[in-house]
Every structure is written in C-alpha cells, then in structure tokens.
C-alpha cells in the first residue's frame, strides 16, 4: 500500500456517493477526503441514475445535475461519471486509485452486508466523520412533511395543478387556503401598522399634552401679572383714575389765615362791578406819638406825618381769598369821567362878558 512517505506523487483518494440535493454534509465529507494527506488528488465517483434508482430509489436531482453539482465543488479534483456501486480491483488500478474514503458506519446494499469490507480488509479505507444534523433524506423528509405547504407555495408562485401532480379539489383547497393566509397577513399588517399609529398618536398627545400644560402655566402667569391683586393693569387703572379725579375735581380752597376776611366781597359791593388787588396788608401802626404805647416787643417806634398818612391809606385794604383789597377802592374811569361832566347845561355855558 502506497504512503505518502514512498510515493513523490499525489496521493490519489477516491470518494464516491448519489450527492442528491447537495449539500454541506456532502461537502464536509469531501472536505476530510481532501485534507487526509498534505498532498493528494482527489477523485469523486457518481453513479448515474439507472444505478441509483435500481439499489437505492428515486433521486430528486438527475445525473447531469449532480455532475454539475460535484464539478462546482473547490475540493474536487476529478469526477466520475456513471461510477460502479461496488469498487472492482479493476476500477481501483485503471484510476490508479491509493485510499477510498467514506463514513465508518457499514453500508449495506446489493446483497453485501457492507460494500466496502473488501476495502477494509485490504488497508486503503480511510473513514470520514459524518455531518449530524443534515442529509438528503432529512430534506425529502422535511417536503414530504410539509408538502402542502409548499404545493400551495408553488400554486401561488404560478405552478400549475398538473405539474404539480395535484387533483382539481386539493387545488381549490390549496388556492382558497392561500386566499386566507393573505387575509391573515394583511389583517396582521394592518394590526401592527395600527399599533404604531396608536404609538405615535401617544407620543405626540404627550407631547402635546406637556406643550400645553407648559403654555397654561406661561399664559395663567402672564394673567395674573396684569389682572392679578397687584397686577400691572390694576396699578396702571389707579393712575388713570387718580388722573381724571384730579382733573374734574376743583381745587382747595386756601387755608384760612389770621388778619383775613372769611368771605370774598361781592362784585356789586363796587361802585365799578370790579375789584382791584392790593399788595399784602402792613400792620397798622399808632397816628401819633402820644397813642403810642410801649411794646411788650421793644421800645417805641415814632413815625413822620408822612408815613401815618401812607398807613392811614394801607388801613382801607380788604383781605380776601384771591388776595388783598381795597376796602374803598378807587372810583373807575367811567365814575371819574361822571364827576367832570357839568351837571346841567347851563353849567356848561359860557359866562357873558360886558362890552
């Protein structure tokens, strides 16, 4: 048996299958096949569709599409078509073939308890770890579970009954089931959609709500600065109505002083209808030197004839609430123009003189 120590070749490794519906287990496998020596070659062996269907069943990929399928794999050196199900020693020396590599789990078909055994007991199989979880008949279990499921998907993406191999009743069934998953989803739709509608309407209202509460507050304190107890409205109305009082009301009359009269003389009292004032009222003073009498102020003042008719004058003035007046005031124009007219004609006449 050939080592990789012995041989300055690649080390040819050979991997055969159905690869139906490839997958990731399928190429994990290939994967260790691959990396069981830093260099090797690997081969890959596909048993066409006559083969598989007589040892193994019907395949949902066709031949030519698991040839394709195994050339796109970057692990993949070589593929063989319409690969034997049980490896001859003449298959093994035309592909010059060095190790076979496959799961250890025993393969029974064709009759044989395990087709590799001979393999085994001659020293070039190599065993691979099977991928737990994923496999083709794992998939075909998942359709077949599911299947009107996806018939109904395949109705609706335009496959017809026919094609599909569905009876006329299971195609009314399946499109009126597709009628009501769309009913469903749109009721779903429709309810998430009101959802977020009912959301943002709850924000914006809190929102709103603060927006208002803050402008009530702005607006209520804004009130009460001008109609409130000391409101500017209230301060600025006691100043226009303290201003039009002043303006209707009269003025005061003033303070009543000692030496003045209580009332103002009538206008008819005159002569002339009209008074005259005077300057202030002097005090009165003695008309002679013997009337004088000593002072309790200071001593005795004399005065010259001259100023005891001037006081004399002053002792007529009347005090009255516009001011002084003159207790015989002088008589008007008119009054004087009266006494210089002559009282009668004759009066007027010229005295005869003698020739």
Not at 41 to 59: A, I
Request: with cysteine; glycine share 4%.
């Amino acid at each position: 048996m050939p080592t990789a120590s012995t041989v300055d070749r690649p080390v040819r490794v050979y991997a055969d299958g159905i690869f139906d519906l490839f997958h990731s287990g399928h190429a994990r496998a290939l994967m260790q096949a691959k990396t069981l020596f830093p260099n090797s070659y690997l081969l890959v062996g596909v048993c066409s569709d006559d083969l598989t269907h007589k040892f193994k069943g019907f395949t949902v990929m066709n031949e030519a599409e698991r040839y394709e399928a195994l050339r796109h794999c970057r692990y993949v050196d070589e593929v063989i078509r319409d690969a034997p199900w049980t490896l001859t020693p003449e298959f093994l020396e035309k592909h010059k073939i060095d190790f076979v590599a496959h799961d250890d789990i025993p393969y029974s078909s064709a009759g044989s308890d395990d087709v590799y055994k001979h393999i085994k007991e001659a020293g070039m199989f190599v065993p691979t770890q099977r991928t737990e979880g994923i496999s083709t008949s794992d998939i075909i279990t998942r359709i077949v579970r599911d299947y009107d499921v996806y018939a109904r998907r395949n109705l609706q993406r335009g496959y017809t009954a026919k094609e599909l191999n569905v009876s006329f009743i299971n195609e009314k069934k399946y499109r009126f089931q597709n009628q009501v998953d769309k009913m469903k989803e749109k009721v779903k739709n429709v309810e998430e959609r009101s959802k977020e509608f009912v959301n943002r309407v709850e924000e914006k209202s809190h929102d709103l709500i603060q927006k208002w509460e803050e402008k009530s507050r702005e607006f209520i304190g804004n009130f009460l600065e001008l109609f409130g107890p000391d409101g500017a409205w209230k301060q600025m109305f006691q100043e226009r109505s303290s201003r039009m009082l002043q303006a209707l009301s009269p003025k005061q009359s003033p303070v009543k002083k000692e030496g003045f009269l209580p009332q103002t003389p009538k206008v008819s009292e005159y002569p002339c209808g009209v008074w005259v004032p005077c300057p202030p009222q002097l005090p009165r003073l003695t008309t002679s030197p013997s009337a004088a009498t000593p002072s309790p102020q200071g001593p005795e003042i004399k005065h010259s004839p001259f100023h005891q008719l001037k006081t004399q004058e002053s002792s007529n003035i009347l005090a009255t609430p516009n001011g002084p007046l003159l207790a015989s005031p002088p008589p008007c124009a008119r009054t004087l123009e009266k006494q210089k007219k002559p009282t009668s004609r004759r009066a007027t006449l010229r005295p005869k003189t003698a020739f």
